[in-house]
């Protein structure tokens, strides 16, 4: 019983480091080159990342999914993402005026949906995908390193991937939902529920 019930308190540690890292983002200055901000915010969403893979992981082998800091898990994501933006923008690697007006635009979409989750998550694949077109430009090497990581972690844990596609399915209006329901099914998902 104390193992299951230490899982769950790892795996809810996991989820708030991902706080953490944004505050990392967010409090970042200084740095001399662009190589400098892409291995630091790379480094970080790569741990960040890491870390959501295994919070999941870990709480439902506790078999205890739900929870308030559990419930913060995808919230948490969406800071740490966009942090980690934020921190390419303030030190001029992305237009800054461009990531406000994004960020914005965002926010206001996000409450006239009522925070709809594929709303949010339509808006956070630009906010994924920044690290690697950033380090693309400025530091290949660490371009390389994301794309492993992401090959790495597909392999491992494909499921949990397809859990995440089927979540922004759920999401949308009944038509799309059917037709895309129906293309994923062809492509190998499956419809299996979402928890953490």
């Known amino acids: 019983m104390y193992a299951v019930s230490s899982l769950k308190v790892l795996a809810d540690a996991l989820t708030l480091s991902r706080g953490i890292i944004a505050i990392l983002f967010l409090r970042a200055r200084g740095f001399e080159d662009p ?3 892409v291995r630091f915010v790379v480094v970080l969403t790569l741990l960040g990342w890491t870390t959501d893979v295994c919070d999941g992981n870990l709480a439902r082998a506790s078999g205890r999914t739900g929870g308030r800091v559990a419930s913060a898990d995808f919230p948490m994501d969406i800071l740490m993402m966009w942090s980690g933006g934020y921190a390419f ?4 690697l992305i237009p800054h005026p461009f990531y406000v007006g994004y960020s914005v635009f965002m926010v206001v ?4 949906s009522r925070f709809n ?3 949010l998550l339509g808006f956070c694949a630009p906010l994924a995908a920044l690290p690697l077109v950033v380090s ?3 530091a290949p090497r660490y371009f390389v390193i994301f ?9 491992a ?3 949990r991937f397809s859990q995440v596609v089927e979540s922004f399915v759920d999401a949308l209006p009944d038509p799309q939902r059917r037709l895309i329901r129906d293309i994923l099914g062809r492509l190998g998902f499956h419809h299996t529920g979402v928890s953490r």
């Open 35 to 37: 190589t400098m901000v």
């Open 89 to 92: 923008a303030r030190a001029g």
């Open 109 to 112: 979409a996000a409450m006239l």
């Open 117 to 119: 989750r594929a709303v």
């Open 136 to 138: 693309y430009t400025y």
């Open 147 to 155: 794309i492993l990581w992401i090959a790495i972690v597909l392999v």
């Open 157 to 159: 844990d494909w499921k």
